[in-house]
């Protein structure tokens, strides 16, 4: 997740056909230029992915047309580099443990971060302008860069159960979402055209899906929008080098930082009376202040397509690094295979890791919110048909312009590959142990 910038303007509509702006009033959130002199670069985001880039391979390395956005570093296909969100993922426990960058180092490669060179900015985890970048994050940006920018392949994923929560004051007389009609309803919205807004496909969807589910429309609410510049990803202030992505929740306390809630203070100003937030991920965090309850939970449904929240969270590349450098691709997925099949063996230890990045209240809030998830990558079709819920969600409400096929955009035959030679080296291992020359297990 990453924090609004700038002083957010609410612009109050009726959500009915086109958006229509009325009188605009402060939110009262701190200015972004305040923001990042007290954070630095530690403010970045790890929640990062989305824009407008050209689609080929060489234009694709290159600066975004327009305005320059989207700087990456020289290409080196002695270097793979990886980003993630700070959500529940094999790549995020990986970052801890350095399994992934051990593998490749026995292979002659550098795996690092991605900004870790600080030629290259935030943009590449929005729009994958970096060809030897691998993704492993929230699903909504990398759906925007398949269908808008550039073609990617799917490689995996990985299925949460977040769904969605409304919101409302503590104190106030709303008990159903049926108490809502006529009433206000926060929703944010990003001014940047480079990149994705995630976070609010993310709010629209949940809204939809629990005004749906009690009978109700946006057109029985009030949908109050808040502006904000979200212009922070190549401000040089926000480029100092980042070893891991931990290192930006190190220096503050991220859980508890309204920087990361912004339309809380709206909620308990009395700006609007309900906002869309996370089930469990922020949920409880919010609760625990004693100024906001829940009145809907889209994670206590029994339908899994009305818990898609940018979820789930998948694994992508690009189809120049597939189709000219697959075993870099098969390398990563053999990692996550492990680190993913080390977590579920381990939740408790995989939850203290994950502690340190996501916004689950603490450890154990953890573990109970990641104990039923398989932490190894698939591409199962509930996964898919997840993907497909959220894609045809943006495509609908023009948050993509193109359409494609989510079938086609998996490549199954790199987890296949990855998983088939894990079983081959566990293999030769275990026969070596017993045998006096190690056999090989031929798969295929």
């Known amino acids: 997740m990453l924090p609004f910038g700038r002083s957010i303007r609410a612009l109050k509509f009726t959500f009915a056909g086109p958006i229509m702006d009325s009188k605009s009033q402060d939110s009262g959130l701190s200015s972004r230029r305040n923001f990042i002199s007290t954070v630095a670069a530690a403010a970045g985001g790890l929640a990062a992915v989305g824009g407008a880039l050209a689609s080929t391979a060489a234009q694709a390395q290159q600066p975004s047309t327009g305005a320059g956005k989207g700087k990456a570093v020289a290409l080196n296909w002695k270097e793979v580099y990886f980003t993630n969100c700070p959500m529940v993922s094999a790549n995020n426990i990986d970052q801890e443990l350095g399994w992934c960058k051990t593998d490749f180092k026995a292979k002659g490669i550098d795996y690092s971060y991605f900004r870790s060179r600080r030629e290259t900015d935030w943009y590449p985890h929005y729009i994958h302008n970096l060809d030897n970048l691998i993704r492993f994050g929230g699903l909504y940006p990398p759906i925007h860069v398949n269908a808008d920018i550039r073609r990617t392949r799917l490689l995996g994923a990985t299925w949460v159960y977040e769904g969605g929560c409304m919101a409302v004051r503590a104190g106030a007389p709303l008990f159903r979402m049926k108490d809502l009609k006529g009433k206000k309803i926060g929703l944010s919205k990003s001014l940047n055209t480079i990149k994705n807004d995630w976070w609010r496909i993310q709010e629209h969807m949940g809204i939809e899906s629990m005004l749906m589910l009690n009978d109700m429309t946006m057109k029985d609410v009030q949908i109050v929008e808040f502006p904000y510049p979200d212009d922070w990803y190549d401000d040089p202030k926000m480029l100092a080098p980042l070893i891991n992505p931990t290192d930006l929740w190190a220096t503050r ?192």
């Open 253 to 444: 306390d991220h859980k508890r930082d309204l920087a990361f809630r912004p339309l809380e203070t709206a909620l308990l100003e009395g700006k609007v009376d309900a906002i869309y937030t996370q089930s469990k991920v922020f949920q409880h965090l919010q609760e625990d202040t004693g100024k906001i309850r829940m009145i809907e939970d889209l994670s206590r449904y029994p339908d899994w397509k009305m818990q898609v929240a940018n979820t789930p969270a998948v694994i992508t590349c690009t189809d120049v690094m597939a189709n000219e450098h697959p075993e870099l691709v098969v390398t990563y997925m053999k990692s996550m295979i492990k680190v993913g099949r080390w977590a579920n063996e381990f939740k408790r230890a995989a939850a203290v890791i994950l502690d340190r990045q996501t916004f689950y209240r603490d450890a154990e809030d953890t573990y109970q919110g990641i104990k039923d998830v398989d932490m190894v990558p698939n591409l199962s079709p509930q996964n898919l048909a997840c993907i497909e819920t959220g894609k045809d969600f943006m495509l609908k409400k023009g948050y993509i312009k193109n359409d494609f096929d989510v079938q086609k955009w998996a490549a199954p035959q790199f987890l296949e590959q990855a998983a088939k030679e894990l079983i081959e080296e566990q293999w030769k291992k275990k026969s070596g142990e017993k045998l006096p020359t190690g056999t090989l297990l031929r798969l295929g």
